[in-house]
C-alpha cells in the first residue's frame, strides 16, 4: 500500500482495509475522526512507533503535554498543533516503508 492509496482510504471507505497493520489502523482512524479508536489502538501497540501515534493523538487532543511525554517515548521531537497532518504523512510513510 502506499501513501496516497492509505489517504484514498480514509476518503472513500467507512472502515480501515483488514489487511493493514495496527499501526496503520490507527492512523486511519485519527485520519477518519474517530480518536478513541485510534487511542484505543495505539496505546496497546507496544514500541516507538506505538509511542509515535500516541503522541500524534494526543496533539490532535490539544493535550500537548501528554503528547511530549510520548513524543519522548518514542524518541522523536514533538510538534505544534499546525504540523498535524504532516506529522501524519511522516509516520505513515515510515509505516509504509517497512512493510
Given at each position: 500500500?502506499?501513501?496516497?492509496?492509505?489517504?484514498?482510504?480514509v476518503?472513500?471507505?467507512?472502515?480501515?482495509?483488514?489487511?493493514?497493520s495496527?499501526?496503520?489502523?490507527?492512523?486511519?482512524?485519527?485520519?477518519?475522526g474517530?480518536?478513541?479508536?485510534?487511542?484505543?489502538?495505539?496505546?496497546?501497540i507496544?514500541?516507538?512507533?506505538?509511542?509515535?501515534?500516541?503522541?500524534?493523538?494526543?496533539?490532535?487532543?490539544g493535550?500537548?503535554?501528554?503528547?511530549?511525554?510520548?513524543?519522548?517515548?518514542?524518541s522523536?521531537?514533538p510538534?505544534q498543533?499546525?504540523?498535524i497532518?504532516a506529522?501524519?504523512?511522516?509516520i505513515?510513510s515510515?509505516?509504509l516503508?517497512?512493510?
Amino acid at each position: 500500500m502506499t501513501l496516497e492509496e492509505l489517504t484514498q482510504s480514509v476518503e472513500l471507505d467507512s472502515d480501515p482495509p483488514e489487511e493493514i497493520s495496527e499501526e496503520l489502523k490507527a492512523l486511519w482512524l485519527a485520519k477518519k475522526g474517530r480518536w478513541h479508536e485510534s487511542h484505543d489502538i495505539a496505546q496497546d501497540i507496544p514500541s516507538k512507533t506505538g509511542s509515535w501515534i500516541h503522541a500524534l493523538l494526543h496533539t490532535i487532543e490539544g493535550d500537548l503535554g501528554n503528547a511530549g511525554y510520548w513524543y519522548a517515548r518514542a524518541s522523536e521531537p514533538p510538534i505544534q498543533m499546525e504540523q498535524i497532518d504532516a506529522e501524519w504523512n511522516r509516520i505513515a510513510s515510515e509505516i509504509l516503508s517497512k512493510s
